[in-house]
């Protein structure tokens, strides 16, 4: 009946891993089908598995090579790991962008940081209204998130309707942006779906999520009973977050500063978009300094603890002087994303130790998530009633506890990671195909695979240090070793002199015995020196760096 | 009144981090005080900020420096954090090690692995007998905790009674060792208290700890209602825990197998110290094999995510025969430390991959902590009433909280962090002095600071890898480049040669220019060299990698 049509889903990343959102759906004859792109978003890089890594982003390689069959890339909303890469990747990707007003300015601004130029980023319409993109129907349906005109997906193909639930929560009473309205998802279901692929961040929670308007009273109560300077951080793009700071500080009393590039990089967008009417005021940052600390309030960035964050800037001592002291408190308003703890707590260390009171979000009612919770993602189920619900959005352990989840409620459900292709036309939809992808690493101006072996050489480095050995030739051939230099090598003696001496004379004498070399004199020099610097190291280290040999050579 | 002598308390370890725990008690005129050392634990290095090294130990320099003052080392239990560093600190404190049955045990396999004697380790008995130590006499009070005659010190001086709990809970069933007693740790407290040194790793738990004896039960429950093969995992040393387990595994109707090293380490000296008479029976790995998964159980090392671990192995496929497989569970019995989440998500992700149902122990009935949680913590404070609460063992975010704690109910309460010397001697007890202290690393068979330039390269290198230039002279003293080389620095062109090439032409000219050198030529060299690969560098691959010379010289 599909006449050897296939409707295909490919998570290329996302899934397996918080961040780098993309997703691929594509119909037509296998082999051939006609393809769009949901996100395109970074990823975060952990300092022990990606060391040196500014951010990840998706491995397009396999849909480059299927340009011809690409129809158009449709953003779901404006957070960094859904959009962030769409700047990187559009040059290799050049099909036309589909995103609604706020995230199209975003994405534009993801253009520009390149140096490019936006225009192929198409402002559309919500739901009801759909956009052609080949066989596909594609409608952004509204749905309440932590940014502005976050939105679902409803996508039409030949063999019914799929629901792309995007990132999402069920919150009726947000501050900022569209309320959660089952109604209109129920609508927007209406006809049977066949596939539900639906957000999995936080299946783990056991409690219904909370509205973003719940979250101002208490902050302001916390402002209330601290004596000193308040500083809060969330995330930049938590528009609604920091609307309901800046309330809670108004509230309070307090004069309300922002601190930080990022914040004020955001709020000029829903400034221009128009979601800032109702802001409440800021006073620039000129001005926060003669407001007396009890009076004021700083919202500032670095809620994942990052390196040169405002927060982190103030945990070490001073920002554009400012500085907390004991008696002053600091609220950290958002979730510690998996892998950030360390610096995270670091910098509430830092903070507790100059006496400052620190408050954080976990089970607290100073934060509400931007994602629908267990009980939230059973009635997103229910809303939809599909046939078959796709978990994304999540490390393998959550798209496993979703697809359980939705099993053990009746509901037909499917483990797809990133890399795997499902078929979900057939009546028992199911995973058909690998595709060998994953992220790559821009690493300053390169670009690398995350298992680049770059990657794992720096890693090696910084577990074992690195000894780099010169190496010359006599007349006749033989080679010596001329110099050696050690780097992340602890050696008793301080200067090091002694190892380097000693590796220098059992590298040549090593040489000498070999006699002159001719074919292969590289491998086998390199051979020769590794092992000399392994057996030397282990006896004066007790480990084995990591060997660099440098073949001179005149002129 | 003190006729010019002074109490004070100084961590070495312990406090402003978890792990490395070290703490010094002295009485004397300032400068002369008598010292006594309480535990002397490892602490556990994150690949970040110590990539590489293998443990850290506390610095005991500052003790070595005072060696003629120091009377003796008191171990509270047998935790790797606690007695883990004995064996490589001893030889530079070699004064008399005191601790219970157990933990004596434990401390001379320490002495043991390091081909040392360990005759200092003296086993003593409980409260309510006392050990002299100069100016102090010590007695080791049992308290709950997950280990076997765990203790906590009751220390008296010249001006009072010090309590310092060691790790401990309120668990008045525990399955293994003493049971909370509340009215032993009152009548120990009996006359005035001058300080309780205090536990805080659980003062963020708001609720009352559980006992270990409801832990069987649950886990019993879950392997019930699993079809597959049954696997957990956790602490090696929790001896209590590996009893729950193996009773849970038994109850369940299974044959239970312990599989790792570490764990049998554990039981045989609990074995052998008589703490394994009703242990349940377990059945050796090689009968394990032949049978049935549904009625196997595995009780496996790797509750932190340790690379090698038995838990890693098996996430990655087989250990020893032994694999995981769609239907089989693996549950986490053990809280994650700080800074492990990395690791060990990074194996519940894979068992969840292949299908495996994986159980944490955050908020789970399957574990219940070692530690005193906010209640307790209240309650232990209420059974001593001491003059002062002094929090530790814990992040400075924990002591703080714990000392806002013991202030907001009544106490007087005071922040040490690691390196501050406290009297408490005096009516207001406070921070007189700060010693320059910190942990060690230990790397291969060398020690080294943390802040170590050895570490820090490691860091540079892991961030922006590493070129190496050999650097030759003509015969009028003019140097030039023979020789470069790259690691952990990604290149366009594969086989980076052109990067190569480039680097050995720049460097040489610049070189030239600069002519003949003679004195200091070590230095310019050094600065030419780096500037030249950080220019072109930053051209070619948008970092500055690390800069080695090397000198090069005929023999």
Known sequence: MNSGNRLIYLPLGGCGMFGANMYVYGWGGEGSERLIVVDCGIGFPDAESAPGVDVLIPDSAWLADRLDRLEAIFITHAHEDHVGA???????????????????????????????????????????????????????????????????????????????????NLDRTPVLGEAHDPERIRQAAGREVVALVCD????????????????????????????????????????????????????????????????????????????????PEIVPLEEAR????????????????????????????????????????FLFSARTIPGNEKSVNAIKNRLSARGVAVHSAEGSPYHASGHACRPDIEEIHELVQPEIVIPMHGENQHLREHANLARDRGFKSLFVSSGMVADISSADPRVVDHVDTGVLCLDGSTRIGRRNEVIRDRRKMAESGVIAAAIEFDLDGTAWCSGVSLKGVPSRDRSSGSLTETLRKRISSTLAERGPLDEEQDEVIERIVTRVVHSTASRSVGKKPEVMVLLTSDE
């Not at 709020?267 to 979601?275: C, H, N, V």
Request: proline share 6%; charged share 20%.
């Open 86 to 168: 769409i700047g990187h990747l559009h040059p290799e990707l050049p099909v036309p962008v589909f995103a609604r007003r706020f995230t199209a300015a975003v994405a534009r601004t993801k253009f520009d940081q390149l140096g490019c130029k936006g225009s192929a980023v198409h402002e559309v319409n919500p739901w009801p209204e759909f956009i052609e993109a080949g066989p596909f129907r594609v409608a952004f349906l509204p749905v309440a998130h932590s940014i502005p005109e976050a939105a679902a997906l409803v996508i039409d193909t030949p063999v019914g309707r799929i629901v792309h639930s995007g990132d999402l």
């Open 200 to 279: 999995s961040t936080n299946v783990f929670n056991p409690q219904a999520g909370r509205s973003e308007a719940t979250v101002a009273g208490p902050v302001a109560g916390l402002i209330d009973r601290s004596t000193g300077m308040f500083a809060a951080t969330t995330f930049a793009s938590n528009v609604g977050r920091l609307k309901s700071l800046a309330t809670a500080g108004i509230q309070a009393g307090r004069s309300v500063a922002v601190v930080g590039r990022s914040m004020h990089r955001i709020l000029g967008i829903a400034r221009d978009t128009g979601f800032l009417e109702d802001f």
């Open 290 to 329: 003669y407001i007396p600390r009890n009076k004021l309030m700083l919202i500032v960035t670095g809620s994942q603890g990052e390196r040169r964050s405002v927060s982190s800037q103030l945990s070490w001592g001073n920002y554009r002087g400012f500085d907390l002291e004991p008696g002053d408190s």
